[in-house]
């Protein structure tokens, strides 16, 4: 699996900066985003480290469709069961400042839509 020694979210995979997990297994880790924009603001990482949906081929297509079947299976247990939120920023003009691939869930209050 490809990890990135340099990168904070690889690091937060291995276990070498703490974080606040929430979920994990073989392929993703759920944990809370250290600057939470709403009440509720996970970050789902895959363990493999790659930049962005900019990097996609068939393996993560596959790997993305699971995480984001887990994300819906498991979003009441993250107290999102009202509603949420996900948002991959791709590259600078949306703001991405982590290029490992993660999709922030937002909820726990009433969401607003602004661009
Ligand atoms: P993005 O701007 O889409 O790349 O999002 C990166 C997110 O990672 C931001 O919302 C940060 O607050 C969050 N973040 C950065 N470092 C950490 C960390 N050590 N633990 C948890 N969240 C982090
Ligand atoms: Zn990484």
């Not at 880790?29 to 363990?47: G, N, Q, R, S």
């Not at 984001?68 to 920023?89: D, T």
Request: net charge negative.
């Amino acid at each position: 699996m490809t990890t990135d020694k340099d990168c904070i979210f690889c690091k937060i995979v291995a276990g070498e900066i703490p974080s606040a997990k929430v979920y994990e297994d073989g392929e993703m880790v759920v944990f809370k985003d250290i600057h939470p924009l709403t009440k509720i603001h996970l970050l789902a990482v895959p363990k493999e480290h790659f930049a962005a949906l900019s990097e996609m081929d068939e393996k993560r297509e596959a790997l993305v469709g699971r995480m984001l079947g887990k994300i819906g299976a498991l979003a009441p247990s993250f107290g999102l069961s009202e509603g949420y939120r996900v948002v991959a920023n791709q590259g600078i003009s949306a703001g991405q400042t982590v290029p490992h691939l993660h999709f922030h869930l937002l909820g726990g209050e009433t969401l607003g839509w602004e661009k």
